[in-house]
């Protein structure tokens, strides 16, 4: 028999009753250090009180008109956002996969309005996850995600990631009109583009007009230090997708864009029920308040040295466990010898919570507001779990 509960997850053992900055406890009151934050979308860790008063106090007020009416609390996070970014609009969504629905829409209308409506093809990259809509799992074209899901959304073409050559040549075609590109992969393995590729890119898309769309739904948001992680580049986008973070924890999704690439989404072409209501919007704007300050940032950049000094230590004294640390900021990477899944449950036992990814890749995406004490407990948690995982697998016979 079914569950009531459809099966599409494949949930670990644990339920939690309640979360406090890094931790999560069960019902019996264990508590679990979070390095996953919720896969990085709990930026200011659990139960944060600015985040708190902010919903409370607007949910005493009005929670959903719709967008027929104007929305104080929307206006109030765009106008955030556009002084904060590249952008000069945003569309609020409720994930990521909302906005990347979006984004496709609003490059392939941007091209129609320019009268080359043949510019519909889309370059992605092989290893890259954009969401689980038909939009998103045909742009990511990888077999998981699209095996039984046929027809396919056209349109689309993935290129090797790093292959500058098949780049070069497949971004000159006549029918190209975007690429889409995390500047971080999340779900692919924490595989960062290097700065000086993401500005050869934003060259390329110059040099042949083509749109440039980044997916920041995981790397966005403070995540690597940077307010998005395109920063550190010194490169702008014509359209980038938000989700994750700009919530904390709240479902919030966003597209931000400039006034050139948004052309063509006049009154009509697009729409949402709950995209931008009044209480995720409250709560984005208390994150934007914090997360968005210079000083809360340099903050990020000094913790995300702490923690990956601490991990190369980590991988020093298991290299049986672990290969390198990959990443930014705090979206980090422990590239594993042993399988990953095994490390994340073994952490269980430990008591600390991380994320799998591909390339056999532990994710490390704490509270961007995690405590030096929390990430000295995570570093020894850690090697617990090495320890642990170690003396399972050699064990003598």
Known sequence: MIPTILPTYNRAPLAFERGEGSWLMTADGVRYLDLGAGIAVNALGHAHPALIDALTHQA????????????????????????????????????????????????????????????????????????????????????????????????????????HAALDAAIRAGDVGAVLVEPIQGEGGIRAMPDVCLKGLRDLCDETGVLMILDEVQCGMGRTGRLFAHEWAGVAPD???????????????????????ALGMTAGTHGSTYGGNPLACAVGAAVMGIVADPAFLAEVNRKSGLLRQGLEGLIAAHPDVFEGVRGSGLMLGLKCRMPNTDIVNAGYAEHVLTVAAADNVVRLLPALNIGDIEITQALRRLDATARRISAVTFQPA
């Open 239 to 261: 359209i980038m997708m938000v989700a994750k973070g700009i919530g904390g924890g709240f479902p919030l999704g966003a597209v931000l864009a400039t006034e050139r690439a």
């Open 60 to 163: 005493g007020l009005v929670w959903h008109t719709s967008n027929v009416y104007q929305i104080p609390a929307q206006q109030k996070l765009a106008d955030l956002l556009v002084s904060a970014t590249f952008a000069d609009t945003v569309f609020f969504t409720n994930s990521g996969t909302e906005a990347c629905e979006l984004a496709v829409k609003m490059a392939r209308k941007f091209w129609y309005d320019q009268g080359q409506p043949d510019r519909t093809r889309i370059l992605t990259f092989e290893g890259a996850f954009h969401g689980r809509s038909s939009a998103a799992i045909a742009a990511a074209g990888s077999e998981k995600m699209v095996k039984g899901f046929g027809p396919l959304l056209p349109g689309f073409t993935q290129l090797k990631w790093g292959d």
